[in-house]
């Protein structure tokens, strides 16, 4: 059997690079952005304070830029040495959108990067203006790709497993790329991208202008990310909103735990508000609901009950049940190929294999699995309740508080009264790695809430990992975590020379 210690190194690993990678992409999607209206206006304008707004942050940008896209390339590599039998199963999908990104928005994506920093004195205005439109895209562009890959794992459309190949193979490329969770993931990602680009951009302009330098330029872009922070942050909670919705449509057990809803709630359900969860007796200590909300947001209706935990696990444990038969079954046709016995019942329990899998954790033989492995296997299936809660309320909790400051920060921009709030500046400036740590309790409450799969409903954690000893996997973990650590170290200390530094660094620069 595969050694759950090894698959839990894994794991961890592979969040640990994940986080890694994080800290540089949101800023990268939103900061771009920015530049693209910093650039606008100058071309539009020919006010020369634009051009310099715009290879200030391009500068941040660049440094963010280059250290993301290291960081990027060894999570791949990942599937191949920690995740070894995931590839060979669902690669042929999972491996198509990865390979489009790398191929085809990377590309572009390093082209256009080369262009921006080293075309202004041999492009027009508006040729360079373009050049930085196409970044833009094609960093957005890789996002898609990347998402859609996710969200497959979270909701595996448009594909069939083939039990001569013993593969997953792909139905239908458009259906994994127009799967509503992957869609509605990928406008929820690129949104908390633009808060976090728009933060960043207000928290160091307010910085210059509580230390009284760069005013008209701290002025300028102040307004600017107040207006992009504004739409975006209004973005971020409509489309979380819509996501979330996608999220009781194929996973009712992320939202079940979090929502810790243990019974299932008639139509219309409420929203637990604040609720301190107890595992072990499958109940709410305390609990403050909103009456209906849930219900509404849940299932856009007022009609339509919510499922909670105990009953979700009770109509997994039929699944398990009928999983166990389809392995079983599998297993007798691999024997014999004409066994029509074995291939009726596979016919008819296809559709719950995964859940039957989820018991190779506890026999390998499914055939000596006893009902108390059914029974945890099925509890399996709801990850624990209290870290989705509170993970989810302080993701929602700052999402709302940067609609909050970007709407003063906006209003303050409107009437020109930013260097005489003091207070608001050093909040912004407090605020600063808020958008990092939203973007962060929401991927656990995306990925802890899909587990114990890989590919929802389909392919196990624990059955995905590659036959690696403990001591492998968590010396690779040590060192990928002392060397992003080092990397963040330099990033960290880049960003600060230059923030400090301020459009004074333009002098060294190539005009």
């Given at each position: 059997?595969?050694?759950?210690?090894?698959?839990?190194?894994?794991?961890?690993?592979?969040?640990?690079?994940?986080?890694?990678?994080?800290?540089?992409?949101?800023?990268?999607?939103?900061?771009?952005?920015?530049?693209?209206?910093?650039?606008?206006?100058?071309?539009?304008?020919?006010?020369?304070?634009?051009?310099?707004?715009?290879?200030?942050?391009?500068?941040?940008?660049?440094?963010?830029?280059?250290?993301?896209?290291?960081?990027?390339?060894?999570?791949?590599?990942?599937?191949?040495?920690?995740?070894?039998?995931?590839?060979?199963?669902?690669?042929?999908?999972?491996?198509?959108?990865?390979?489009?990104?790398?191929?085809?928005?990377?590309?572009?994506?390093?082209?256009?990067?080369?262009?921006?920093?080293?075309?202004?004195?041999?492009?027009?205005?508006?040729?360079?203006?373009?050049?930085?439109?196409?970044?833009?895209?094609?960093?957005?562009?890789?996002?898609?790709?990347?998402?859609?890959?996710?969200?497959?794992?979270?909701?595996?459309?448009?594909s069939?497993?083939?039990?001569?190949?013993?593969?997953?193979?792909?139905?239908?490329?458009?259906?994994?790329?127009?799967?509503?969770?992957?869609?509605?993931?990928?406008?929820?990602?690129?949104?908390?991208?633009?808060?976090?680009?728009?933060?960043?951009?207000l928290?160091?302009?307010?910085?210059?202008?509580?230390?009284?330098?760069?005013?008209?330029?701290?002025?300028?872009?102040?307004?600017?990310?107040?207006?992009?922070?504004?739409?975006?942050?209004?973005?971020?909670?409509?489309?979380?909103?819509?996501s979330?919705?996608?999220?009781?449509?194929?996973?009712?057990?992320?939202?079940?735990?979090?929502?810790?809803?243990?019974e299932?709630?008639?139509?219309?359900?409420?929203?637990?508000?604040?609720?301190?969860?107890?595992e072990?007796?499958?109940?709410?200590?305390?609990?403050?609901?909103?009456?209906?909300?849930?219900?509404?947001?849940?299932?856009?209706?007022?009609?339509?009950?919510?499922?909670?935990?105990?009953?979700?696990?009770?109509?997994?444990?039929?699944?398990?049940?009928?999983?166990?038969?389809?392995?079983?079954?599998?297993?007798?046709?691999?024997?014999?190929?004409?066994?029509?016995?074995?291939?009726?019942?596979?016919?008819?329990?296809?559709?719950?294999?995964?859940?039957?899998?989820?018991?190779?954790?506890?026999?390998?033989?499914?055939?000596?699995a006893?009902?108390?492995?059914?029974?945890?296997?099925?509890?399996?299936?709801?990850?624990?309740?209290?870290?989705?809660?509170?993970s989810?309320?302080?993701?929602?909790?700052l999402?709302?508080?940067?609609?909050?400051?970007f709407?003063?920060?906006?209003?303050?921009?409107?009437?020109?009264?930013?260097?005489?709030?003091?207070?608001?500046?050093?909040?912004?400036?407090?605020?600063?790695?808020?958008p990092?740590?939203?973007?962060?309790?929401?991927?656990?409450?995306a990925?802890?809430?899909?587990?114990?799969?890989?590919?929802?409903?389909?392919?196990?954690?624990?059955?995905?990992?590659?036959?690696?000893?403990?001591?492998?996997?968590?010396?690779?973990?040590?060192?990928?975590?002392?060397?992003?650590?080092?990397l963040?170290?330099?990033?960290?200390?880049?960003?600060?020379?230059?923030?400090?530094?301020?459009?004074?660094?333009?002098?060294?620069?190539?005009?």
């Amino acid at each position: 059997m595969i050694d759950a210690q090894a698959v839990d190194m894994a794991r961890l690993q592979f969040a640990a690079t994940a986080f890694f990678h994080f800290i540089f992409v949101p800023l990268t999607l939103g900061l771009v952005w920015i530049l693209v209206i910093m650039e606008a206006v100058y071309v539009m304008t020919g006010k020369t304070i634009y051009k310099d707004m715009t290879k200030f942050w391009g500068k941040l940008f660049g440094i963010n830029f280059a250290l993301g896209v290291t960081t990027g390339i060894t999570m791949e590599f990942q599937f191949g040495t920690n995740w070894a039998y995931y590839a060979h199963y669902v690669g042929d999908i999972f491996g198509a959108p990865l390979a489009i990104e790398g191929l085809l928005a990377f590309f572009l994506e390093s082209t256009m990067f080369g262009l921006f920093f080293f075309g202004w004195t041999r492009l027009s205005k508006v040729q360079h203006l373009a050049v930085t439109g196409f970044l833009a895209l094609a960093t957005n562009l890789s996002a898609l790709l990347i998402l859609i890959a996710n969200g497959w794992m979270q909701d595996p459309v448009g594909s069939h497993f083939n039990p001569i190949t013993m593969r997953m193979e792909l139905d239908s490329f458009s259906a994994i790329v127009f799967n509503p969770t992957a869609q509605n993931k990928f406008v929820h990602m690129l949104s908390a991208g633009y808060v976090t680009g728009a933060m960043f951009v207000l928290a160091i302009s307010s910085y210059y202008m509580l230390k009284n330098k760069h005013i008209a330029f701290a002025k300028r872009s102040f307004r600017i990310a107040a207006a992009f922070g504004l739409a975006s942050s209004l973005s971020v909670i409509v489309l979380g909103d819509e996501s979330g919705y996608t999220v009781n449509e194929a996973q009712q057990s992320k939202m079940a735990a979090i929502e810790a809803m243990w019974e299932t709630q008639p139509a219309p359900a409420g929203l637990a508000l604040i609720a301190f969860p107890n595992e072990a007796e499958q109940k709410n200590d305390f609990e403050i609901e909103i009456p209906y909300l849930m219900g509404i947001i849940g299932t856009r209706s007022f009609d339509t009950p919510i499922m909670g935990i105990k009953d979700i696990r009770a109509a997994n444990r039929i699944r398990v049940e009928n999983g166990v038969k389809a392995v079983i079954a599998l297993e007798a046709m691999r024997k014999n190929p004409n066994d029509m016995q074995a291939k009726v019942i596979f016919s008819q329990n296809e559709k719950d294999m995964g859940y039957g899998l989820l018991v190779k954790r506890y026999a390998s033989d499914l055939k000596q699995a006893t009902p108390a492995m059914l029974d945890q296997a099925a509890h399996d299936t709801v990850p624990k309740v209290a870290p989705m809660f509170w993970s989810f309320r302080i993701m929602v909790f700052l999402g709302f508080s940067f609609l909050a400051i970007f709407l003063t920060a906006f209003w303050l921009s409107a009437k020109n009264r930013m260097t005489n709030h003091r207070g608001f500046l050093k909040l912004c400036l407090l605020w600063l790695p808020m958008p990092w740590i939203a973007i962060m309790v929401g991927w656990f409450v995306a990925e802890y809430g899909r587990q114990p799969w890989t590919v929802f409903g389909v392919l196990p954690t624990y059955l995905s990992a590659s036959n690696n000893s403990v001591g492998t996997v968590l010396a690779t973990l040590v060192g990928f975590v002392v060397f992003y650590t080092g990397l963040l170290i330099v990033e960290m200390y880049l960003m600060v020379k230059y923030a400090r530094l301020g459009p004074s660094v333009l002098t060294d620069s190539v005009h």
